[in-house]
């Protein structure tokens, strides 16, 4: 069973408004993933970090930005909200066992709406 | 450039009635493909993982294989409760990022 949690999952807001999407997981894993998904889409990966002080961005543009200041927590910022924005947003991790590359584990997402 | 694709789209099925969604990719060197399913509005669940051709993995109704080109998820005698949109996705050569496919999704009607 995946322990990877995010909140709020569902979150309307204003144009201009500053936001914080929260992502945590217990499973002690170095590896953690952000992703944004609209409907009958696939997933883009927007931001990925393999362990504390490490973030990079993804193959998607994205006026967000992360940290990873402790192993279990990969928050997500949008410092302007636009309704370009509007989407889901998935956080996932993986373990880093001998190089392999493993599964990613997804937590429930937040359903983001700008108006 | 790694790439994959999934079909049909779209599958609606009679309870019990067995069938297979498919997941065909070029990659420059696989390095893992993976199974998800996907519920409305809920993140992906992991099913399985396939590391070399010819390896097969099974969960109850589900069975995944892979061969050099493609995989398949065979679904037996399923039941509405599986009803859900199937993810593919895999780790290829040129990156090292998750690269998802659209997806099929799956009617099961009771």
């Known amino acids: 069973e995946a322990d990877i949690y995010q909140t709020p999952r569902y979150l309307v807001i204003g144009t201009g408004k500053k936001i914080t999407l929260e992502c945590s997981q217990t499973?002690?894993?170095?590896?953690m993933y952000w992703y944004q998904q609209d409907p009958g889409m696939e997933l883009h990966l927007i931001h990925y970090?393999?362990?504390?002080?490490?973030?990079e961005k993804g193959d998607l543009s994205s006026e967000s930005t992360v940290s990873r200041i402790r192993t279990e927590h990969f928050p997500l910022t949008l410092e302007s909200a636009r309704p370009s924005h509007t989407s889901q947003y998935l956080c996932?991790?993986?373990?880093?066992?001998?190089?392999?590359?493993?599964?990613?584990?997804f937590g429930p997402g937040t359903r983001l709406t700008v108006l | 450039e790694d790439q994959v694709t999934q079909s049909p789209e779209a599958l609606r099925l009679q309870e019990g009635e067995s069938s297979s969604l498919n997941c065909s990719y070029t990659?420059?060197?696989?390095?893992?493909l993976f199974w998800y399913r996907q519920d409305p509005g809920k993140g992906p669940e992991f099913l399985f993982t396939?590391?070399?051709a010819g390896e097969e993995k099974e969960k109850e109704r589900l069975k995944a294989t892979l061969t050099k080109k493609e995989s398949f998820l065979h679904i037996t005698a399923p039941k509405p409760e599986d009803s859900a949109t199937y993810l593919c996705?895999?780790?290829?050569?040129?990156?090292?990022?998750?690269?998802f496919g659209t997806g099929t999704l799956l009617a099961v009607q009771p």
């Open positions: 996932a991790s993986s373990e880093s066992v001998g190089g392999a590359w493993n599964e990613q584990f």
């Open positions: 499973m002690g894993h170095d590896k």
């Open positions: 970090s393999y362990g504390v002080n490490s973030t």
């Open positions: 990659v420059s060197g696989l390095r893992g």
């Open positions: 396939l590391y070399s």
């Open positions: 996705a895999l780790y290829g050569g040129a990156t090292n990022k998750l690269i």
